[in-house]
């Protein structure tokens, strides 16, 4: 009796990788985007537009280089959209792009339901003085030519303004600004609410970059353009007094 054969087992293997965000501009010839993967973000993504040059910069966190081609393409189409435009004129063609790019995330298992999911319309604006969302309106269009999207809010904590990126209730990434309750007071002058409000805009329109291995959040230009603020000093001087004081107290 002659030895049996082994069984034939098949394995499954990928004969062509996923193709990259740059081949795909490339068989589309667009040439005013460019893709960066940036680790502060876990499962959204965001753009800018810069209104000089006309280049569009797109951010996406390390697991959606191996995204699908048709995800990719769906990134690359939702980048295309931004522009001159309000985000209500483009809100159906992004929500059905976002659609195809979250329907990804989930099957990867990297959505779960936890504290950075939250309806942006319930954020509150409004303050003592200042309406954060007047502020943002302004600022945007003063120094960024109306070219950033935000959702605005007042923070609990004293000192602590940043800028995040969070998902709402249906999955669709979005900018959030924080700003720290020490400017929700009645004696605080408006360059001083338009000077952390540019500071935080800065984090959208010049977003972190690696170097050397390490995540550079405020790179050379970041720095550059936030000396440009006209009343930058007189801010920095104002919050020291007013930091002073509430370390004080508290």
């Given at each position: 009796m002659t030895g049996m054969?082994?069984?034939c087992v098949q394995t499954e293997l990928d004969l062509f990788a996923a193709s990259t965000f740059e081949e795909l501009l490339s068989a589309r010839q667009i040439t005013d985007i460019t893709?960066?993967?940036?680790?502060?973000?876990?499962?959204?993504?965001h753009a800018t537009l810069n209104h000089h040059t006309g280049m569009r910069s797109l951010h996406v966190p390390a697991f959606l280089e191996t995204a699908p081609a048709e995800v990719k393409?769906?990134?690359i189409d939702w980048t295309l959209l931004l522009s001159h435009r309000t985000p209500r004129a483009r809100t159906a063609q992004c929500r059905t792009l976002e659609r195809t790019v979250f329907a990804f995330i989930k099957s990867q298992?990297?959505?779960?339901r936890n504290r950075m999911s939250a309806d942006p319309r319930a954020y509150v604006t409004r303050g003592r003085i200042f309406d954060?969302?007047?502020?943002?309106?302004?600022?945007?269009?003063?120094?960024?030519?109306g070219g950033l999207s935000s959702f605005v809010r007042w923070g609990r904590h004293p000192l602590r303004s940043f800028q995040s990126?969070?998902?709402?209730?249906?999955?669709a990434a979005y900018n959030l600004i924080t700003i720290a309750s020490m400017y929700n007071r009645p004696d605080v002058p408006r360059y001083a609410i338009e000077a952390i409000m540019y500071h935080e805009m800065l984090h959208i329109?010049?977003?972190?970059?690696i170097a050397g291995g390490r995540n550079v959040i405020h790179g050379q230009e970041f720095k550059r353009r936030e000396r440009l603020f006209p009343r930058r000093e007189e801010w920095l001087a104002w919050?020291?007094?007013i930091c002073k004081h509430i370390t004080r107290r508290g």
């Open positions: 054969r082994e069984p893709v960066t993967v940036t680790r502060r973000l876990r499962r959204g993504w393409q769906a990134l298992g990297l959505e779960t954060l969302a007047e502020i943002f309106d302004a600022v945007n269009k003063a120094f960024f030519e990126t969070r998902t709402d209730t249906i999955g329109a010049c977003p972190p970059t919050e020291k007094r």
